[in-house]
């Protein structure tokens, strides 16, 4: 809303969080913490950042002013990974696996993403659209400002298309902003059942363009995947995403190691999510790039594969984000405290380094880092105020929604 001024002040720790994004190796333990701090916002950005103390002199009854005192104040969370508009359940899925059948068994079989290109290519629009919205509003109450979302549960034209107007309705219509990824490649749909390089052909000639056309998506993403889309297959069809102009996105070394991270590294992939069996050639490769490496620990948490070797990419250099995966099989939770949770405790990552991955350089991985993911001069105001005084909460409460209140181009949106 034009005109409308906000003031934080008294932020028992203020982290901004700011600097050059990515934010690669050992950079990532810089958050830029004030202590005692304050923030201005008008029209929506941050005009003013720096310790309470040192505030311009203002006249509180013009502002909106919001006392912080005992209160942490963070960049919004930004979800680089998700799946969110979809339609029906997997429950029963998910105890098929713990009863050991493996996740590209089922998919093999017709079931897992399968299961939900039916149920999606049944929903209408408004019905995906009150789904997806519901399911915004709660990512909103853990601090998420920024979300991306993924089609890929259509896996035809008209569905795939559908799934993205769904976020375009939305991002009109709710505080969250959505990042829209065409996912076409996320599974062989049963049409094409056997005939794989016909599917990729058929996206690249009819869907993609008309993708395109309609502007509708930022990324193209595959899932890169044994007996799904080979390496071959992948880069085909990036290369043609990235021809009219979308930026590539891959599921990649997710369960079996087959140099998805060296495809991420080879096309300068915006990012190189999951990894969980990245080879060391392959962070070696990532580290040489600006390629995040968005680590999805909810998932290996859910399929009880092994977790992603952040420590080893980290100290080669790699930019990490952290990010959830919210989808109906192979991870049904959006908890950005489970997150933080299980990167420390499983990946060795310190919570200042989770702070980053969930801020900086999530918003790097969606290509917005120059807009969102700091709290710096000039950056469009969306900020998390936790209900304690120490990022460290974060992960110390662990599995808790620690959010107070959020904010959202300087609104406050939750609380
Ligand atoms: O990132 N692996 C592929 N895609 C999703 C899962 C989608 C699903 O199971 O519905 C993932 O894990
Ligand atoms: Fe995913």
């Given at each position: 809303m034009a005109g409308k001024k906000l003031l934080i002040k008294h932020a028992a720790e203020l982290i901004t969080c700011a600097g050059p994004a990515p934010k690669q190796g050992p950079a990532m333990g810089d958050i830029g913490m004030i202590p005692d701090g304050a923030l201005l916002a008008e029209d929506g950005r941050i005009s003013w950042v720096g310790p309470t103390a040192a505030l311009p002199a203002l006249d509180e009854s013009q502002w909106e002013v919001i006392d912080a005192a005992g209160q942490c104040v963070l960049p919004g969370f930004v979800?680089?990974?998700?799946?969110?508009?979809?339609?029906?359940?997997?429950?029963e899925e998910f105890f098929w696996r713990l009863s050991g059948t493996p996740y590209l068994e089922i998919l093999e079989r017709g079931g897992g993403i399968l299961n939900t290109v039916e149920a999606t290519r049944a929903a209408s629009l408004a019905e995906l659209k009150e789904l997806a919205g519901r399911r915004l509003r709660s990512m909103l109450a853990m601090g998420v400002t920024t979300v991306e979302g993924k089609s890929g549960y259509g896996l035809d034209k008209e569905t795939e298309l559908r799934q993205l107007a769904v976020m375009a309705e939305l991002n009109r219509e709710q505080p969250v902003e959505i990042v829209p990824t065409f996912m076409g490649a996320h599974a062989v749909p049963p049409e094409y059942k056997g005939r794989t390089d016909a599917y990729v052909d058929y996206l690249i000639a009819e869907v993609l363009p008309a993708v395109s056309a309609q502007g509708i998506a930022e990324f193209c993403d595959v899932f890169c995947e044994q007996g799904v889309f080979s390496l071959a297959q992948s880069r085909r069809l990036l290369t043609a995403a990235k021809g009219l102009g979308l930026k590539a996105k891959l599921h990649a070394d997710e369960i079996v190691a087959l140099g998805g991270a060296e495809l991420a590294a080879e096309l300068e992939a915006c990012s190189a999510d999951h990894l969980l069996q990245a080879s060391a050639a392959g962070i070696a490769a990532l580290g040489k790039k600006r390629t995040v490496a968005t680590l999805l620990p909810m998932t290996a948490f859910c399929l009880r594969e092994p977790y992603a070797r952040a420590r080893a990419m980290i100290d080669s250099g790699v930019a990490v984000a952290l990010a959830t995966d919210y989808n109906p099989g192979s991870c049904f939770s959006h908890s950005i405290p489970l997150v933080a949770a299980l990167a420390a405790i499983q990946l060795g990552m310190t919570p200042a380094e989770v702070v980053t991955a969930l801020t900086i350089n999530g918003a790097a991985a969606v290509n917005r880092a120059d807009r969102v993911g700091s709290l710096e001069v000039g950056k469009q105001a969306d900020a998390v105020i936790l209900?304690?005084?120490?990022?460290l909460f974060l992960v110390?409460?662990?599995?808790?929604?620690?959010?107070d209140k959020v904010i959202k181009q300087g609104q406050l949106s939750w609380s």
């Open positions: 979800d680089s990974h998700t799946h969110m508009v979809f339609g029906g359940y997997r429950a209900e304690y005084p120490s990022h110390y409460h662990a599995g808790m929604n620690l959010v």
